[in-house]
Nanobody, 123 residues
Framework: QVQLVESGGGLVQAGGSLTLSCAAS????????MGWFRQAPGKEREFVTA????????YLSDSVKGRFTISRDNAKNTVYLLMNSLRPEDTAVYYC????????????????WGQGTQVTVSS
């Protein structure tokens, strides 16, 4: 198993940037593909981005392409989400998740989830 703890959320103005971190503990971090999902009030959880076990491949949802970047540091057991050009519609609770699969956009693939961190973008 792996335990995940997100950090770095907060309040930012539109156009600003934030970097989220997700620290993992437990089983070898490099065994997992990692993903970021988000859930806005009244909406379903949606896929944001994912990265393969050694970081060779990344996947981004269309809504964040060109603005968000996922990366990982397996030596630090941490995955990051750099968010630039933030928009009010990016406001949500952001969750990191670990998958023993390939790191696809399908949330059912991810067995382990963090508690989430709130990101609020003001207009």
């Amino acid at each position: 198993q792996v335990q995940l703890v997100e950090s770095g959320g907060g309040l930012v103005q539109a156009g600003g940037s934030l970097t989220l971190s997700c620290a993992a503990s437990g089983r070898a971090f490099s065994s997992y593909a990692m993903g970021w999902f988000r859930q806005a009030p009244g909406k379903e959880r949606e896929f944001v981005t994912a990265i393969s076990r050694i970081g060779a491949n990344t996947y981004l949802s269309d809504s964040v392409k060109g603005r968000f970047t996922i990366s990982r540091d397996n030596a630090k057991n941490t995955v990051y989400l750099l968010m630039n050009s933030l928009r009010p519609e990016d406001t949500a609770v952001y969750y990191c998740a670990a998958s023993e699969g390939w790191g696809t956009p399908r949330s059912v693939e991810y067995a382990y989830w963090g508690q989430g961190t709130q990101v609020t973008v003001s207009s």
